[in-house]
């Protein structure tokens, strides 16, 4: 391990050793300050960030950037605060800490026995998320980890989930989509961040006016399986509480190959993504390249 992994690891493991047991209001407050001096020295990651926006607010100006990104890291900050301390809460902390709406569409997918997929960009607090379903709803559900470095950093991040409630599978290797499978045929819940391809079969998206690629595991995993694939978009107001909404199935296409299903249903999937986004920009902390034109200049204008 590399001098830069155990520094990453260390501050990571005092994250979730120390920030967990300061005051909520102390908690917020270090959290702001830490994102408003990131923001302050424009780093790699804020500057990705506000290109990121750039897309999503057409022809808004330097200065609107400039609020975005800063509330941006803002939210982003309220992201690690929460989930260092969220081991640390109580079930009634947990329960109504989150407020979705049109849940029925879960609720009645899981009473189905159906099998049911949540797919979620990256915006304001997955894990919370995740904790409510297993605490107020009182089902467990399979996700998937991207492996990270240096392996004790995953292990953390696989203990962490696992404490609530969660099973995590390791994103690299075939293994996963077989299980992954398996758990909806028999009638579980599988929750899955879906709006950025790690893979090289990632399905092409038309995604705020520019092509990017996306996952096509939750499309084929609902074709193969027959579970409900909902999009879920969260975001954050001036309340402690986080909000959220359980968009409509996305169904099955009656007619075409399995890659053309894949894709329409995978441009559905941007396009409830899109939507919520564009309502709750400061949100979406995607502070990498997405799209296929940044990613790679021949492929497009930047």
């Known amino acids: 391990m590399s001098a830069q992994e155990r520094l990453t690891d260390a501050l990571y493991g005092l994250g979730w050793g120390a920030v967990k047991k300061l005051p909520e209001p102390v908690a917020v407050r270090l959290g702001r300050s830490i994102a408003d001096l990131a923001w302050k020295k424009r780093g790699k990651g804020v500057r990705r960030l506000e290109s990121n ?12 950037l400039a609020e975005l990104s800063r509330a941006g890291m803002r939210s982003y900050l309220r992201y690690w605060m929460e989930s260092f301390r969220l081991p640390a809460w109580s079930e ?38 995740g904790a409510w379903v297993t605490t107020e709803l009182k089902t467990p559900f ?9 392996e004790t950093l995953y292990d953390r991040f696989v203990a962490y989930r696992e404490g609530l409630g969660m099973e995590v599978l390791p994103h690299n290797g075939g293994s996963a989509f077989g299980t992954l499978a398996r758990r909806l045929r028999d009638g579980g819940l599988v929750c899955l961040v879906a709006e950025r391809d790690l893979s090289a079969s990632g399905v092409e998206v038309t995604f705020f006016g ?15 399986t027959g579970a409900l694939l909902l999009p879920v978009i969260l975001w954050y107001d001036d309340s ?19 890659a053309e299903k894949t894709s329409v249903m995978t441009q559905a999937l941007a396009d409830a993504f899109a939507s919520g986004i564009a309502d709750h920009p400061e949100d979406w902390h995607m502070l990498q390249r997405l799209w296929l034109s940044d990613l790679d200049p021949t492929k497009g204008p930047a």
């Open 142 to 150: 399979t996700t998937v980890a991207e492996r990270l470095k240096p």
């Open 53 to 64: 926006y750039a897309r999503v607010v057409p022809g808004a100006s330097a200065g609107r």
């Open 240 to 258: 402690p509480v986080m909000r959220g909404r359980v968009h409509p199935p996305i169904e099955v296409p009656g007619s075409g190959t399995r």
């Open 92 to 129: 009634e902390r947990i329960r109504t800490g989150f407020e979705p709406l049109d849940v029925h569409h879960l609720t009645d997918g899981i009473a189905s026995d159906r099998g049911v997929i949540l797919a979620l960009p990256h915006m304001a607090n997955w894990d919370l998320a």
């Open 210 to 224: 520019d092509t990017a690629t996306m996952p096509a595991g939750p499309a084929l995993l609902a074709q193969q």
